[in-house]
């Protein structure tokens, strides 16, 4: 089994399916959406530092989902992960293989 599909079969354990939703133009109603696998905590008092605010989220999800999904390109600020409001997200990869990415949601 590759990185890819390990990470990926990791989220299906001790994750939950969750909606990425991107908005279609400039319309309030029409989106793109997918279904993905996710693990997601709240932020450590540590860690709120920045931007980063009291009751954000660190999502994690895999490439797997987004792929199979036939998504455009990875999660960006403005989409909607977990009824949440992506503010960033960063690439996850082992070796040189991009497995998945750690989302930061705001609500």
Avoid: H, N
């Avoid at 793109?32 to 450590?44: C, D, L």
Wanted: proline share 4%; charged share 25%.
């Amino acid at each position: 089994m590759s990185a890819y599909d390990r990470f990926a079969a990791s989220l299906r354990r001790a994750g939950r399916q969750m909606s990425l939703k991107r908005r279609v133009g400039t319309s309030t109603t029409v989106f793109v959406e997918a279904t993905v696998y996710g693990k997601a905590r709240f932020y450590q008092p540590t860690e709120l530092i920045g931007l980063v605010k009291q009751g954000d989220r660190r999502i994690r999800i895999s490439q797997a989902d987004i792929a199979a999904a036939a998504w455009p390109g990875p999660p960006k600020v403005a989409d909607i992960l977990d009824g949440g409001t992506v503010q960033g997200a960063e690439a996850l990869y082992e070796g040189e293989t991009l497995v998945g990415f750690v989302v930061w949601v705001r609500g």
